[in-house]
C-alpha cells in the first residue's frame, strides 16, 4: 500500500511558477513509477508527467515539455513537478500518481489545486 500526499500548489499570475511535491510512504517507493496528472473543471483527468523508478526516463505531455520538469529523490520518497512559464490553461487540480513497472496507475493522491491568474 502506498499513501501518497500532494503540496505546493496555489495562486500564481501567468508567467510565474510552481513547485508541486508528492510525499510518499511505504519502503517500496524507488519501485514506483510515478506521475503527475491534471484535471481542469469540466474536462477529463489528463497525464502531466511521469519519470521511472531511477529517474532516468521521464515523460512530458506537449503541452508540458520545455516548461515542466519531473524529478525525484528516492531517499526521501518525493516527486516534484517544477513547473515554469505557467499560464491560465494549466488551471487544475494536480495529482500525483504510482503505479509498478507495468499495470495502471494504482495508487492517487488527493489533489493539490493550482490556479494561474491571467
Known amino acids: 500500500q502506498v499513501q501518497l500526499v500532494e503540496s505546493g500548489g496555489g495562486l500564481v499570475q501567468a508567467g510565474g511558477s510552481l513547485r508541486l511535491s508528492c510525499a510518499a510512504s511505504?519502503?517500496?517507493?524507488?519501485?514506483?513509477?510515478m506521475a503527475w496528472f491534471r484535471q481542469a473543471l469540466g474536462n477529463e483527468r489528463e497525464p502531466v508527467a511521469s519519470i521511472g523508478w531511477s529517474g532516468g526516463t521521464t515523460y512530458y505531455s506537449d503541452t508540458a515539455k520545455g516548461r515542466f520538469t519531473i524529478s525525484r529523490d528516492n531517499a526521501k520518497n518525493t516527486v516534484y513537478l517544477q513547473m515554469n512559464s505557467l499560464k491560465p490553461e494549466d488551471t487544475a487540480v494536480y495529482y500525483c500518481?504510482?503505479?509498478?513497472?507495468?499495470?495502471?496507475?494504482?495508487?492517487w493522491g488527493q489533489g493539490s489545486q493550482v490556479t494561474v491568474s491571467s
Open positions: 511505504g519502503r517500496t517507493f524507488s519501485s514506483y513509477v
Open positions: 500518481a504510482a503505479r509498478r513497472l507495468s499495470g495502471d496507475y494504482e495508487y
